[in-house]
């Protein structure tokens, strides 16, 4: 009986915490409900059809909810979908060229390399010269260079994207084996324009120089480009995606050497499935920064086919999101209709609570220090660099916007002012004209939000 005092202290402590927990629990569910009814009520959000959740990841319950189970076009914030399945499959680099020598049975040297693309978007990527070491590989081969045929045929836009987008750099073709992100660069300089890559030099129908905004017009199906017309203006740059259609002229005119098309059936069973070694390029969150920071929709289209080809040896969006659904993410309250990597079409559809519970995923298998990097910084970075900022200029807010004609959406972070994390989603749909009116009020209730928690 003397050590009978010890289960009841037991007890008493339980209770106290239990009772002490209890009134913090309830003022979150009190202040939840004020925001709930502020969002359902706002006669901005009610211009539009707009969705909010709001969970506390410590607990994974939800603070508040409007129309959170519907249905959305959830524009670029799909990139939140290919970050969590780049950061389930691939490691800490990007799996970049493969190749596949050919040795020579009497001198047992390599007569030729066989290589392929893996859907790297950052292979001579302006944006990532400093990671380049499959194409330094090549550069330094004396035998001939061969680029081997994929089975997969990836088309050049994804379902629903807007055929006469063609032109415009966002829309960059997607390809197994892209070059310089399948765009090219005009900077202007005085004397006229410097084109990278220059193999695209002669493919203007007069001297490319700079007085204005040109409207640069391409054929559709060739890398030909015309110039309407001219203003006068300050220098710029430009850039125009090109057809993926020139890739082994291409790649000879950078490494001044020659590199073929394979020729699959005259290689027969020399070529072997198992035999295809990986160089790897970048490190993922490098590209996964650039992705989200400044919402990039080619480097998005590629990371899927580059977890595809990791995950199932073949370049196949559709089998890559299915298996997303079906087991990484099978626990989303409602199931998404997940088409692209980047958002660009009107075909997807997601709910807020499911894009809040992807977030969930994130907060709970990634370390913290690592994932909030990845999300551009209210008031610093990227595409929230002009909105979100936080009191002493310090961010609050860290989330990925998105953005087409009649859509806006944010979903992310938020740090309250005691430092307490909470996750939100905000989608609003069918409104016309700007989002500024929106952003305005999402910004005022994450505000709200940060002061109240």
Request: net charge neutral; aromatic share 12%.
């Amino acid at each position: 009986m003397k050590n009978s005092w010890v289960p009841a202290f037991l007890l008493t402590g339980l209770c106290f915490l239990f009772f002490s927990c209890s009134p913090a629990r309830n003022g979150y569910r009190r202040v939840g409900r004020q925001i709930e009814k502020e969002v359902r009520t706002s006669p901005v959000f009610k211009r539009a059809f707009t969705g909010f959740t709001l969970l506390d990841p410590e607990t994974g319950r939800s603070l508040a909810d409007v129309n959170g189970d519907h249905f959305f076009t959830p524009a670029s914030t799909t990139k939140i979908l290919t970050m969590y399945t780049c950061l389930k499959v691939l490691g800490d680099s990007v799996p970049g060229l493969q190749k596949q020598p050919l040795l020579d049975s009497d001198t047992d040297t390599i007569s030729t390399l066989l290589i392929r693309g893996t859907g790297d978007p950052t292979f001579l990527h302006p944006f990532f010269q400093a990671w380049q070491a499959p194409f330094e590989y090549l550069k330094k081969q004396s035998a001939p260079i061969e680029i081997y045929p994929r089975r997969e045929l990836v088309k050049r836009f994804g379902p629903g994207w807007a055929w006469d987008d063609y032109e415009y750099p966002f829309q960059a073709e997607r390809g197994i084996f892209p070059l310089y992100g399948n765009t090219l660069q005009l900077v202007f300089e005085e004397n006229g324009a410097i084109i990278h890559p220059s193999y695209f030099e002669n493919r203007f129908d007069g001297p490319v120089i700079f007085e204005g905004e040109l409207a640069f017009r391409r054929s559709e199906f060739q890398n030909k480009w015309s110039l309407p017309f001219q203003m006068k203006g300050e220098p710029d740059e430009k850039w125009l995606p090109y057809r993926q259609t020139e890739l082994a002229p291409l790649l000879s005119d950078t490494l001044r050497k020659t590199v073929e098309e394979a020729d699959a059936l005259s290689l027969g069973d020399n070529v072997l499935p198992q035999r295809w070694q990986v160089m790897y390029s970048t490190p993922l969150d490098t590209v996964l920064r650039r992705m989200m920071h400044q919402s990039d929709n080619f480097i998005a289209e590629q990371m899927l086919l580059v977890c595809a080809g990791q995950k199932f040896k073949s370049l196949q969006q559709d089998t890559l999101m299915k298996w997303v659904l079906d087991s990484a993410l099978a626990d989303l309250p409602q199931r998404p209709r997940w088409v692209d990597g980047s958002g660009l079409s009107r075909y997807n559809l997601i709910s807020p609570q499911d894009l809040s519970t992807v977030l969930l995923h994130l907060w709970r298998e990634q370390p913290h220090e690592t994932l909030l990097p990845l999300f551009p910084a209210g008031g610093k970075d990227g595409t929230l660099a002009g909105w979100y900022a936080g009191k002493d200029n310090k961010p609050y807010v860290f989330a990925k916007s998105g953005s087409m004609s009649g859509v806006t959406c944010l979903s992310g972070y938020v740090r309250t002012r005691h430092g307490k994390m909470l996750i939100f989603t905000f989608m609003t749909n069918h409104f016309v004209g700007s989002s500024r009116e929106w952003k305005q009020e999402m910004q005022r209730v994450l505000e709200r939000i940060g002061e109240s928690y």
